[in-house]
């Protein structure tokens, strides 16, 4: 609704309508290490064509991002796939490998650095158009191994036919 474009708002009493779109961000705790995830979807259950364009990019590049986040590559390189993405889809921006994720959603680290086994990070592409109330994220936190990315919060469904069908199992349980 109104406020998709707002981060961390406080005014939170009015009911979803058909069209909005929810943003859940929400950065977990084990074991004092902390993860950092986000997820949107439509609340009807459905994405209008430009939500479900935006929701689109912003997985590509999500993939494409955690993909290139491999030992010895860097978050220049990450944003480089990430605007060549948006690009593709027509968006403005871009994005690349986010921030780091430890014993905080947001901890410490030099951005600078070359990614490195051990280094753990949050990939959030966004894409928002705030005059159309817009505003896409999907957030993952990722561990950098010699083998390649793995992602930690694999677990949480983020493609778009798992999220329609669980927003329509949801709404359909309460009828």
């Known amino acids: ?19 909005d779109l929810i943003v859940m961000d929400y ?9 950092d995830i986000t997820r949107t979807w439509p609340v009807a259950g459905a994405f209008t064509e430009v939500q479900l364009k935006a929701y ?3 997985l590509e590049a999500q993939k494409a991002i955690i993909a290139a986040m491999r030992v ?3 978050r220049s390189d990450t944003a ?8 593709k889809h027509g968006f403005p921006g871009g994005a690349g490998a986010g921030h780091y994720v430890g014993m905080s ?5 030099t951005s600078g650095l070359p990614f490195a086994p051990g ?3 949050a990939v959030e592409p966004i894409v928002e158009d705030p005059s159309q109330q817009l505003h896409v994220r999907i957030e993952d936190t990722v561990l950098i191994t010699e083998g390649g990315p793995e992602v930690l919060t694999s677990g949480v469904p983020k493609e778009v036919d798992e999220i329609l069908a669980l927003v329509r199992q949801a709404r359909a ?3």
């Not at 609704?1 to 069209?19: E, F, L, S, T």
């Open 105 to 109: 959603t947001h901890d410490v680290g």
């Open 1 to 19: 609704g109104p406020n998709v474009n707002v981060w961390h708002y406080a005014k939170n009493g009015r009911q979803y309508r058909d069209g």
């Open 72 to 74: 010895g590559a860097t």
């Open 119 to 121: 280094m753990v990070i």
């Open 80 to 87: 480089r796939v990430g605007r060549e993405i948006y690009a």
């Open 27 to 35: 950065g977990g705790a084990l074991d004092y290490l902390a993860v």
């Open 56 to 58: 689109r990019c912003a």
């Open 173 to 175: 349980s309460k009828r």
